[in-house]
């Protein structure tokens, strides 16, 4: 029987159909694994090419004279521009701020080829401290109220350059979704007096069904309603609103988890193409007790049609509880050691 699952936080309803219900293994894909060459003349992101960008905002250098590990840009395309002011007007029916913002590219590596799966884990921890760089110092800019970073990894994941990197733009508002997002946590909170997420984090580490793996300080599960397949949430196990409040050993622990499951993926799936993000309480709201932090991977298996697009009502062919079984049994070798250099 297909059954309807309801996502706690957002109070969205998905189908899990059963009846339909594909085998993890039936979403294997059958093309090859694209390897491009490490060097494409023409990419601006490619060692030498970087005169091809506008100038870099932070860079995590090698340790050769010259070397970089991982480049922060201005995006070339942005879409919205530090530039301007926000000013906000309001004129009958319609509401207008002018373009501010920040768009950023944050390149991963000086190589073409690499992937982010096959990085090693100290690569993958130098994006995080990253990451985690631009968020508290864009975060202290008065002007900002919301920063997102996420991936487009594959063309059916909205990428257009190959050369693998990540984004972030930091908005002067906060959209519907994350405030619903805000609202709910905190309306459990009032009523029940415990952050929502750290009760389903218990829950899960209980039933452990749904748990692909667990390291000291995060735990990897398929949410239980899952919209799509092989949705993924990372989340760390202490409580924290921000990701601007992550800590040294734990970014180096989520380095080691997000680069892990990002093989499982890619040599379990055959490097299906996948968006992540990571949902933070924007900087504002740090400290709350009732919101919690969490990197949600979306390999992108489905299409969004017309019964999602019309209802905001998913239906996922794939069992959470069955894809976490799959994941868990993918193999995946340890890159610790093949670091080439950690950041600083
Ligand atoms: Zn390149
Ligand atoms: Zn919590």
Redesign the pocket.
């Known amino acids: 029987m297909p059954e309807l699952r309801q996502n706690r936080i957002t109070k969205e309803w998905v189908i899990v159909a059963t009846e339909r219900a594909k085998r993890p293994k039936d979403l294997v894909l059958s093309r090859p694994v694209k390897t491009?060459p490490s060097?494409?003349p023409s990419?601006?992101?490619?060692t030498g090419?970087e005169a091809n960008t506008p100038p870099e905002v932070l860079r995590v250098s090698g340790q050769n004279d010259g070397e970089w590990l991982v480049r922060v840009i201005p995006n070339k395309f942005a879409a919205l521009v530090p530039t301007v002011q926000p000013k906000r007007t309001v004129e009958r029916s319609k509401r207008t701020i002018t373009g501010f913002g920040f768009h950023e590219v944050i390149v991963e590596s000086p190589?073409?080829s690499a992937t982010t799966a096959l990085l090693s884990d100290a690569q993958v921890c130098n994006i995080l401290k990253v990451f985690k760089a631009r968020y508290e110092q864009l975060s202290l800019d008065s002007r900002v109220a919301n920063i997102t970073i996420f991936k487009n990894h594959g063309v059916e994941a909205g990428t257009s350059?190959?050369?693998s990197h990540c984004q972030l733009i930091a908005t002067p508002v906060i959209s519907s979704q994350v405030r619903n997002r805000l609202h709910e946590a905190l309306r459990h909170y009032d009523e029940f007096g415990e952050c929502i997420f750290c009760s389903v984090i218990q829950d899960e580490m209980e039933e452990k069904t749904r748990v692909v793996l667990e390291t000291d300080h995060f735990v990897v599960i398929e949410p239980f309603a899952s919209g799509t397949p092989f949705n993924t949430y990372i989340y760390p196990k202490k409580h924290s609103a921000s990701f601007g409040d992550i800590g040294a050993v734990e970014i180096t622990d989520l380095s080691r988890v997000l680069r892990t499951i990002l093989a499982k993926l890619y040599h379990g799936l055959q490097d299906p193409d996948y968006n992540y993000t990571i949902r933070s309480a924007p900087a504002e709201y740090a400290g709350v007790k009732y919101y919690h932090w969490y990197l949600s991977i979306i390999p992108r298996l489905s299409r969004v049609a017309g019964f999602e697009l019309g209802s905001g009502m998913f239906i996922n062919t794939v069992l959470p509880e069955a894809a976490a079984e799959f994941l868990r049994e993918v193999q995946v070798e340890a890159r610790a050691t093949t670091a080439a250099s950690v950041a600083k």
């Open positions: 491009p060097f494409v990419c601006p992101f490619c090419n190589d073409h350059l190959e050369h």
